[in-house]
Each structure stands twice: as structure tokens, then as C-alpha cells.
């Protein structure tokens, strides 16, 4: 099965705040690719593995999410996808990816559901907030402990989370 992670975001993200944020983690020359809905980058396929994909949500109801951190269905107008190629990872690439959705959610503060092979949730953003799914404890260990350092965060403990507006 492949390995894909996306994060599902509320609010719209301009490309050019995707790649100012890759930018200011040193990442320079960034091969962008227009797509009809979105973007993909492929600067990472031969260093990391992986392609990015930043592209606009469906209409209601395929951009709608029902997942047990919220009360109602989460809609979201975009999506950052990262697509393993041939499943080539590494703890590089996992520590890119994690590091690329932490600092991108500080910076652009919205709502925003994470995910990986689809539908195996791993945390959801909630303007400054992080609630993590950790029922596999996933982020006890490697990479996604470390990524946890310096960032405020909430064990998700059933209850749904109340978004701001």
C-alpha cells in the first residue's frame, strides 16, 4: 500500500504561502507545476521521495470530513497532499513532512485535519491548538516526538474539540 499524508485545511492557502513557508526552510528553487484546481511540486522526488500536492477542495459534500474530533462534519477549502514515490521514505522525509504541516499551521492559523493513508487520523489544528490522535502512539516516538518540542499541544480525549470563529 502506498504512503500518503495529507492535511486538510479550512481555509484557503494560497501557493505562494506554500512556498514561502518551504522558503524559509531553506528549500530554494522551488519547481512548481499548475495544475487546473492546485500545484504540485516535485523539487523533493529525488532528495526526500516525495511530491507535494496543494490543491483546492471539491464542492460540498466531497470537501466535507466526519471525524471524532469534531461535533459536525469538518469542511475544508484545501488540501496539501505528500505522495510517497514508489514508497521511498525515511525518517528525513517524515521529519520534511512534519515539520513543513507544524510550521506552516503556526504561520497560517486555521483549522486544519491531518491524516495519513486517507483516513488514519493524526491530529487536527485549531487556531494555535494542536489535538493529537495518539491511540497507536504514533507520536511517542522517532520524528513525531521530536516535531512535538516547542509546540503547545492537547491529547485528544474523546470529547469534540469547540472550534473558534
Known amino acids: 500500500m502506498a504512503i500518503e499524508y495529507s492535511l486538510r485545511i479550512g481555509e484557503a492557502v494560497p501557493e505562494s504561502l506554500l512556498v514561502?513557508?518551504?522558503e524559509s526552510m531553506g528549500y530554494k528553487n522551488i519547481d512548481v507545476v499548475e495544475l487546473s484546481r492546485?500545484?504540485?511540486?516535485?523539487?523533493?522526488?529525488e532528495t526526500l521521495g516525495l511530491t507535494?500536492?496543494?490543491t483546492e477542495s471539491g464542492a460540498y459534500p466531497y470537501n466535507a470530513y466526519n471525524t471524532p474530533f469534531l461535533k459536525n462534519e469538518f469542511v475544508y477549502e484545501s488540501a496539501l497532499s505528500f505522495r510517497f514515490i514508489n514508497n521511498l521514505h525515511s525518517n528525513k522525509s517524515f521529519e520534511f513532512i512534519l515539520?513543513?504541516?507544524?510550521?506552516?499551521m503556526k504561520n497560517h492559523n486555521a483549522n486544519a485535519l491531518f491524516l495519513s493513508n486517507?483516513?488514519?487520523e493524526l491530529c487536527f489544528f485549531s487556531k494555535g491548538s494542536v489535538y493529537l490522535e495518539n491511540s497507536s502512539h504514533v507520536w511517542d516516538t522517532g520524528c513525531f516526538a521530536e516535531i512535538l518540542k516547542g509546540h503547545r499541544y492537547s491529547i485528544f480525549d474523546g470529547n469534540h474539540i469547540l472550534l473558534e470563529e
Open 20 to 22: 514561502q513557508e518551504l
Open 38 to 45: 492546485g500545484i504540485e511540486i516535485r523539487s523533493f522526488e
Open 52 to 54: 507535494l500536492y496543494l
Open 99 to 104: 515539520a513543513l504541516v507544524f510550521n506552516l
Open 118 to 120: 486517507g483516513d488514519n
